[in-house]
């Protein structure tokens, strides 16, 4: 636990000189979340813009703009998914998946390593789970980012 806390410390502490993402995976209750709230607060603290949401969001937001829904939903223009100082995804693994989702995943994760924009995802799927539902291709930009 030591050895996250002080990885989550110099995420924040470098935050915008130094391009990193984070990738929290792990069983139900063992903190995941609980940390990408703590460095949401601290970025936001300090005037950076994060979005935080949960992957079924993420994923209805895309849908929404593609197909203009027009629900009412806080995020339409997804651009805010690309430009943002930092995007957190929270409980990747519980959206239906499909070939849209899996293709909305790598456009944002891949957009957003061309930009140097940092990501923190986390999940409860194991790591071969992960590579098993999202492919290889993703599962390579998650892991490397």
């Given at each position: 636990?030591?050895?996250?806390?002080?990885?989550?410390?110099?995420?924040?502490?470098?935050?915008?000189?130094?391009?990193?993402?984070?990738?929290?995976?792990?069983?139900?209750?063992?903190?995941?979340t609980?940390?990408?709230?703590?460095?949401?607060?601290?970025?936001?603290?300090?005037?950076?813009?994060?979005?935080?949401?949960?992957?079924?969001?993420?994923?209805?937001?895309?849908?929404?703009s593609?197909?203009?829904?027009g629900?009412?939903?806080?995020?339409?223009?997804?651009?805010?998914?690309?430009?943002?100082?930092?995007?957190?995804?929270?409980?990747?693994g519980?959206?239906?998946?499909?070939?849209?989702?899996?293709?909305?995943?790598?456009?944002?994760?891949?957009?957003?390593?061309?930009?140097?924009?940092?990501?923190?995802?986390s999940?409860?799927?194991?790591?071969?789970?992960?590579?098993?539902?999202?492919?290889?291709?993703?599962?390579?930009?998650?892991?490397?980012?």
């Open positions: 636990m030591e050895d996250t806390l002080r990885i989550c410390h110099r995420f924040i502490d470098t935050f915008g000189e130094d391009f990193q993402n984070l990738f929290f995976y792990g069983s139900v209750g063992v903190g995941k609980f940390l990408s709230n703590c460095i949401a607060k601290e970025l936001l603290d300090s005037y950076h813009s994060v979005i935080y949401l949960t992957a079924i969001e993420l994923f209805k937001c895309f849908e929404n593609d197909f203009n829904k629900e009412d939903v806080e995020y339409q223009d997804v651009s805010y998914f690309i430009d943002c100082d930092l995007l957190i995804i929270d409980d990747l519980t959206e239906s998946y499909n070939s849209y989702t899996i293709s909305k995943l790598f456009y944002v994760i891949n957009e957003r390593i061309l930009r140097r924009k940092s990501v923190i995802i999940t409860n799927l194991s790591m071969p789970q992960l590579e098993n539902t999202y492919s290889e291709l993703i599962f390579s930009r998650l892991i490397s980012a």
